[in-house]
């Protein structure tokens, strides 16, 4: 199972950028999905969480500038972030926990992707 992840880049303060993850392999069922960030020194943090029934949980510092969402079909989750700030500079890594192979369960973690919000 992997996940890889896309959207990462430069952004002034204000601007807006989407991340996006999309599962592959013998994944047979997914359970949470979400984004992670962290910078350098400090520990990961939760950015977002949505459930397999779509409960969604935000990190204190992203309620009401970022948006998950998730397509089951495509085993695909993405985060719409807007007004960012320089504090949101980190590198954001996507997370999916479920059954894959012969109904074993697994936790995986995506490569990271690099967001700079300069001032």
């Known amino acids: 199972v992997q996940l890889q992840a896309s959207g990462g880049g430069l952004v002034e303060a204000g601007g807006s950028l989407r991340l996006s993850c999309t599962v592959s392999?013998?994944?047979?069922?997914?359970?949470?999905m979400g984004w992670y960030r962290q910078d350098p020194g400090k520990q990961r943090e939760l950015v977002a969480m949505?459930?397999?029934?779509?409960?969604?949980k935000y990190g204190d510092s992203v309620k009401g500038r970022f948006t998950i969402s998730r397509d089951n079909a495509k085993n695909s989750v993405d985060l719409q972030m807007n007004n960012l700030q320089p504090e949101d500079t980190a590198v954001y890594h996507c997370?999916?926990?479920?059954?894959?192979?012969?109904?074993?369960?697994?936790?995986?973690w995506g490569q990271g992707t690099l967001v700079t919000v300069s001032s």
């Open positions: 997370s999916a926990d479920g059954d894959y192979s012969d109904s074993q369960y697994g936790f995986w």
């Open positions: 392999g013998s994944v047979l069922s997914l359970n949470d």
């Open positions: 949505v459930s397999s029934r779509g409960e969604i």
